[in-house]
């Protein structure tokens, strides 16, 4: 009886529960999906599976690879990786790609870049620069690589306890 009791009220919690589809999801921010704040993009997320048009890729022992590949929606990828060994014996990879794609708005954007031992070096037209350096600022650091400050040495100054003892000094006290 106390089993049928137990299987009795988990029947019925789960016939009164609401459907999967009613939760309410949010984002990593706590939106709700299709909530947009000012200074946000609205961005449309559509799970349509893309398909791959060709692909070659090749993994060495030592390391080293080669990997590229195009999908059905316009994304190019090609990557290149070698293996060297610098002086103090320490074992590092270099990669050197490229992707490209279309973004919403149609235009063809390409990112070329290498990855090696001093770190990830994106280039690409749609990157940020930085701003140019202003005229007077600019001036002022050829100025100074022009004329670079001059360490001054000072002769050593005599000291008043010079040719003093320490062991004369301890014994007056």
């Known amino acids: ?6 299987l009795l009220a988990f029947v019925v919690a789960i016939c009164v529960s609401q459907p999967v589809n009613n939760v309410q999801r949010k984002n990593i921010a706590g939106q709700s999906p ?53 002086r103090d014996n320490t074992v590092v990879q270099t990669v050197v790609g490229q992707v490209s794609y279309v973004d919403p708005e149609g235009t063809q954007v390409v990112l070329r870049y290498v990855a090696d031992e001093n770190g990830f ?4 037209e749609h ?5 140019p350096v202003p005229t007077g600022i600019a001036r002022g650091l050829e100025w100074i690589q022009a004329h670079p400050p001059v360490e001054e040495t000072k002769p050593l100054e005599e000291t008043p306890t010079q040719g003093v003892s320490f062991e004369a000094n301890r014994r007056n006290n």
């Open 1 to 6: 009886m106390k089993n049928f009791l137990i």
């Open 34 to 86: 299709g909530q947009v704040f000012q200074g946000q993009v609205p961005v449309e997320h559509v799970q349509v599976p893309v398909g791959i048009i060709s692909q070659d890729s090749e993994v060495n022992p030592d390391g080293s690879f080669h990997n590229v590949w195009e999908s059905e929606n316009g994304i190019r990828v090609q990557e290149e990786a070698s293996v060297k060994l610098l």
């Open 121 to 124: 070096h994106p280039e690409g």
């Open 127 to 131: 990157l940020p620069t930085p701003p």
